[in-house]
């Protein structure tokens, strides 16, 4: 089973980047996918979940407007476009998988597998 993120880096503040995350190894189908961060010293919170079955996504307040999910089944994979960078984005970023087709269902206990996570660093 693998998630593998891609697409970190080190950008300015407002500026953009976008994320994916690649899933081998274990079903794609009728899924949630999730992006998830983690800052030093924090827990790690959810960001944005999209349901592989329909497409429906879901955001947490804190990046509502923007980032955006989205979903290319035929590769397997999963993207976080985000724009309007902030010193506050800077983190380690994971992408990650639940059983549950239900997008809204975006927390942490929900998901089964992890990937290893990509930083992302907004300098100011």
């Known amino acids: 089973v693998q998630l593998v993120e891609s697409g970190g880096g080190l950008v300015q503040t407002g500026g953009s980047l976008i994320l994916s995350c690649a899933v081998s190894?274990?079903?794609?189908?009728?899924?949630?996918i999730g992006w998830f961060r983690q800052a030093p010293g924090k827990e790690r919170e959810g960001l944005s979940c999209?349901?592989?079955?329909?497409?429906?996504?879901f955001y947490l307040d804190s990046v509502k407007g923007r980032f955006t999910i989205s979903s290319d089944n035929a590769k397997n994979t999963v993207y976080l476009q985000m724009n309007i960078l902030k010193p506050e984005d800077t983190a380690t970023y994971f992408c990650a998988r639940s059983q549950s087709d239900v997008s809204r269902l975006c927390r942490v206990d929900y998901m089964d597998y992890w990937g290893k996570g990509t930083l992302v660093t907004v300098s100011s």
């Open positions: 190894g274990v079903s794609f189908d009728d899924v949630v």
């Open positions: 999209i349901s592989t079955r329909n497409g429906r996504p």
